[in-house]
């Protein structure tokens, strides 16, 4: 277990995905949507920004913290482009 790691969550704002990486490394198990919540809380500095704007992650499309026009954006482009045959 990484102690300042540790320090740094429980320090961190009340947001989601702090107990989920709390849990975890303190020796807990997740499932994979508190897998998903962890993740996110760690790479946007334990909390500390509101809105993930990767939108190359692979887990952009499951976080809590994505913009949700950038999921609407992607579906409408997709949708107006025609069908390839």
Do not use: H, W
């Not at 989920?20 to 790479?43: H, P």
């Not at 499951?62 to 045959?85: G, I, M, Y």
């Amino acid at each position: 277990m990484d102690k300042d790691l540790l320090d740094s969550a429980k320090s961190g704002p009340r947001r989601s995905g702090r107990k989920e990486i709390i849990k975890y490394l303190e020796g807990g198990k997740l499932t994979r949507s508190q897998a998903i919540r962890a993740k996110c809380f760690d790479c946007l500095g334990m909390g500390d920004q509101s809105i993930c704007d990767s939108v190359s992650c692979s887990l952009n499309p499951f976080s809590p913290f994505r913009q949700k026009s950038q999921t609407t954006d992607k579906n409408a482009q997709e949708s107006s482009q025609p069908a390839v045959l």
